[in-house]
T-cell receptor, first 114, second 114 residues
Framework: QKEVEQNSGPLSVPEGAIASLNCTYS??????FFWYRQYSGKSPELIMS????GDKEDGRFTAQLNKASQYVSLLIRDSQPSDSATYLC??????????????FGQGTILTVHP | DARVTQTPRDKVTEMGQEVTMRCQPI?????VFWYRQTMMQGLELLAY????????DSGMPKDRFSAEMPDATLATLKIQPSEPRDSAVYFC????????????FGEGSWLTVV
């Protein structure tokens, strides 16, 4: 089992729709969770971080965390063609010998079509 | 504008040659990561350091890869001898560490081994 799992997609949504991206992780000791966006040929850039159960909103982005289910999601409202990219889920291990280790999922390719 | 600097940006080399990639983390960051990205494997953690000490290099093929931080402003990743399967993008990232550890990526070193 991979430490961080995402559906690779591609996920295709029409412009203006809500895009929903999901991620599960295996280490129950993980405490910090991040979503990165990566455009083709570019490096990943941070778009959201979340540390507590529940929702966190930032503009059109909402991150959701459920530690009991070991599940993280990202919702993108009013999707725009410029949101088309690969979205990477990242999990920070906080305990033991893996303290500070940041592990990424495979990434989900999102395409927003006009 | 603080950023992680990586060299070289692009490298084409012949199989069997030594390759050295360099990274200058953001000033003050005490955690440095080396990742490798391919289409098949996604973003894999090769090694990471805190305060220049290696914490985990289990993701790195030990027989040919080595990672070091000779000082706080320089991290190196060396491959000797290189093989075609090492062709990938190698990213360096740095951060302050801790549970809220936001890491910032360099632009990557695009390696092709022929």
């Amino acid at each position: 089992q991979k430490e961080v799992e995402q559906n690779s997609g591609p996920l295709s949504v029409p412009e203006g729709a809500i895009a929903s991206l999901n991620c599960t992780y295996s280490d129950r000791g993980s405490q910090s969770f991040f979503w990165y966006r990566q455009y083709s040929g570019k490096s990943p850039e941070l778009i959201m971080s979340i540390y507590s159960n529940g929702d966190k909103e930032d503009g059109r982005f909402t991150a959701q965390l459920n530690k009991a289910s070991q599940y993280v999601s990202l919702l993108i409202r009013d999707s725009q063609p410029s949101d088309s990219a690969t979205y990477l889920c990242a999990v920070l291990n906080a305990g033991g010998t893996s303290y500070g280790k940041l592990t990424f999922g495979q990434g989900t390719i999102l395409t927003v079509h006009p | 504008d603080a950023r992680v600097t990586q060299t070289p940006r692009d490298k084409v080399t012949e199989m069997g040659q030594e390759v050295t990639m360099r990274c200058q983390p953001i000033l003050g960051h005490n955690t440095v990561f080396w990742y490798r990205q391919t289409m098949m494997q996604g973003l894999e953690l090769l090694a990471y350091f805190r305060n220049r000490a290696p914490l985990d290099d289990s993701g790195m093929p030990k027989d040919r890869f080595s990672a070091e931080m000779p000082d706080a402003t320089l991290a190196t990743l060396k491959i000797q001898p290189s093989e075609p399967r090492d062709s990938a993008v190698y990213f360096c990232a740095s951060g302050f560490g801790g549970l809220g550890n936001t890491i910032y990526f360099g632009e990557g070193s695009w390696l092709t081994v022929v």
